[in-house]
């Protein structure tokens, strides 16, 4: 009837409907009401104090890394409690092929890219890193020496075999020419890294370390580290 209509459509002005839920929109914003930074705060609170791993993996998140987590890995005595597989470092260094190592050694990695690496790079060849070869990850195996479990054994080592840069042909890790730049910067890159790592072994050292450079964060008695 002609009175009902206009009845029914006052009716829906003055109650609108509420709009049916968004399932593809997310839930409505918490920070308004001043729940949400309350508990965001106290879950970070409760991450640095009580969960030393998924604080690990914040950093890395925070430090721009590239990389998956991956479940704990146990494999006889061989293990990592917070793996992850880094595919590049912060500045987007690859880090090829992508690597599986604990949390904390893809910390110290970023800290000798950053540290090391880059200012070398720009120092001896007026270059960029762009990529870090790297050879050997996890495994699980004895050391060379056969004596106990490498540190590869633990995710806490990689050997790097290159590197490859923006402006020059990449450089692999061997016995450079005496006087070169590729000297210089093998030397560098290898000397600090020892301020990082507890062992850096690489061409020198000794016969299995003529093509790459051994780095692994063993924790030894008073800090003892084997830098060769
Ligand atoms: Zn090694």
Known sequence: ??????????????????????????????????KSPVRESAEQNATDAGDPAAACIERLTKLGLRFEKRPPVQENACRIGNPVSVSALPTGIEVSPASLMECSFAEGLVRWV??????????HFQSAPTKLLIGTSYQCR???????????????????????????????????????????????????????????????????????????????????????
Request: proline fraction near 13%; include cysteine; charge should be negative.
């Open 142 to 228: 004895d050391q060379r020496s056969g004596a106990k479990l490498s540190e590869h054994a633990f995710g806490n080592s990689v050997d790097v075999m290159g590197f490859e840069f923006d402006k020059r042909p990449p450089l692999t890790v061997r016995v450079q020419p005496e006087g070169s730049p590729e000297a210089a910067f093998q030397s560098a890159v290898q000397k600090e890294a020892c301020a990082i790592f507890s062992t850096v072994l690489g061409p020198g050292a000794d016969d299995d370390h003529d093509d790459h450079l051994h780095l692994d964060m063993r924790v030894r008695k008073a800090d003892y580290r084997i830098c060769q």
């Open 114 to 123: 950053n540290e090391v690496v880059i200012p070398r790079t720009g120092e």
């Open 1 to 34: 009837m002609a009175v009902a209509l206009p009845g029914a459509g006052a009716s829906q002005e003055q109650n609108p409907p509420l709009p049916p839920p968004r399932p593809d929109r997310p839930a409505p914003p918490e920070k308004p009401d001043g």
